[in-house]
């Protein structure tokens, strides 16, 4: 399918899945997605079976709690290889809709009683229901489900179609990233969002009669109106008074105590990439069976019993990876770059853990407003998306109150920059560049971009 963009260049929706890879400069590149974040123990263990025999060897997290996978030697060799062992899995349940379930989860809902309603269920059953419909499989590779539970944390990661229900036996209908103002009963919440999807795909109708079309509900020439009027015409949804969703900037980090004796662990796992044998210890130590993998790169054990969450604790941090608050790692994520882009102008991952490791250097500088930092007005480059909403103190994470999200980028695409306030960090071939807030510090080698972050942050 060609999508032109609306300033007359076009090019093919190429967004991967198991079975369609993309070519990156590292190798094919394979995509699975893992409706709600859920995978079994079993299906963990086989991801890092096959990205050992097939790729790298290394399991990328998304900020869609899916997985992908690099350096698949061929689209017909390990690729075709790849994806079947994805489809004995369990992982690849609908080769037809592979690309469009893409659905988020409010990722401890169940496990400590946070929630309005627990929405693994009906996760499941949207999933189910999306496959069953021979329609939606012409949904754009990057529409996006999310099914919040009601504590807000996936509601305001910008889905095409979303619920956030409230304690009244009602969700707001979330069309665009927004409250579309229609409250949906909670019975009714899965119909109601395949209705946005297929209204959404009614609104592209006469849009590929014009040889156009979109991949997101917001990038509509009417915007979500005409979609919001369609759905509320064909369901009879009532209005209310539209609530303002703000994103969440991390995941759950730690253990999270439940209310029936058992906790969940959340796990930060760096620049969200597992190593195969990190995968296979994560599994290992799943004694639920599950694995809940979270839109902030990270994962979640749900169901642990006191001892099963110290065996826990000590096999992952033996593996490398974050069980506690406070780690420097958290809240950090990073593009491909370099040698997985050919876009990127350097390996940010690798520069990104050398920062982390200069952290105590980069203190020095004070916080985002000390010296260097100045307006980018010259540039006429925008501010960071979604800066002009903020509150709180400078460097600060008003909604977590922790230090800033930051983002490092091969290049001015910025890929994978997380929703909201966010410390970028740009590669610009002689350094780096460190945006905040429209203001930047240019930075010549990594020991000034690490203090630059760690000002934009609010470290001291």
Avoid at 177 to 199: M, T
Avoid at 435 to 449: F, K, N
């Amino acid at each position: 399918m060609v999508i032109p963009d609306f300033s007359g260049r076009s090019r093919l929706d190429a967004c991967p899945g198991a079975l369609q890879m993309h070519s990156a400069a590292d190798g094919g590149l394979a995509r699975i997605r893992v409706p709600g974040g859920r995978l079994t123990a079993a299906q963990l263990r086989e991801l890092a079976h096959a990205a050992a025999a097939h790729g790298t060897g290394v399991i990328e997290l998304t900020s869609r709690a899916n997985v992908q996978v690099r350096g698949l030697r061929s689209e017909t060799g390990a690729g075709s290889g790849f994806a079947d062992r994805m489809a004995r899995a369990g992982l690849l349940p609908s080769p037809t809709h592979e690309k469009v379930r893409n659905i988020l989860a409010s990722p401890l809902t169940g496990c400590d009683g946070s929630g309005v309603v627990d929405v693994g269920p009906p996760a499941a059953e949207l999933d189910r229901l999306l496959c069953a419909r021979p329609a939606l499989a012409a949904l754009p590779g990057r529409f996006l489900f999310a099914l919040d539970d009601g504590r807000g944390d996936v509601a305001g990661l910008g889905a095409d179609a979303g619920l956030l229900p409230f304690g009244t036996g009602e969700a707001a209908l979330i069309v665009a990233g927004a409250d579309s103002g229609l409250r949906v009963p909670l019975d009714a919440a899965v119909p109601a969002l395949l209705a946005v999807a297929e209204a959404f795909l009614a609104e592209l109708a006469p849009l590929a009669a014009r040889g156009t079309t979109v991949w997101r509900i917001g990038e509509l020439p009417g915007g979500p109106a005409p979609v919001v009027a369609r759905v509320r015409a064909a369901l009879g949804l009532r209005s209310g008074e539209p609530v303002r969703l703000r994103p969440a900037v991390r995941g759950p980090v730690g253990v999270i105590p439940g209310r029936d004796g058992r906790a969940a662990l959340g796990v930060t796992v760096p620049l969200g990439r597992l190593t195969s044998a990190q995968a296979e210890v994560l599994a290992g130590v799943a004694a639920s069976g599950e694995v809940r993998l979270t839109p902030w790169r990270g994962a979640v054990l749900p169901g642990l019993t006191r001892p099963e969450t110290e065996t826990a604790i000590a096999g992952l941090r033996g593996a490398g990876l974050v069980t506690g608050p406070g780690s420097p790692w958290d809240g950090v994520s990073a593009c491909t770059g370099l040698p997985g882009c050919a876009k990127s102008l350097t390996d940010v991952r690798a520069d990104a853990a050398t920062a982390i490791a200069t952290a105590a250097t980069a203190a020095t500088v004070a916080s985002g407003s000390g010296p260097g930092w100045s307006p980018r007005s010259e540039s006429g480059q925008r501010p960071p998306a979604g800066s002009g909403g903020r509150s709180g103190g400078e460097g600060r994470d008003a909604a977590g109150g922790g230090t800033l999200p930051v983002h490092w980028a091969g290049c001015e695409r910025r890929c994978g920059r997380p929703r909201g306030r966010v410390v970028e960090v740009v590669a610009t071939g002689d350094g780096y560049r460190v945006d905040l807030d429209g203001r930047s510090l240019t930075c010549a080698d990594i020991e000034q971009t690490a203090a630059a972050v760690a000002a934009g942050r609010g470290e001291k």
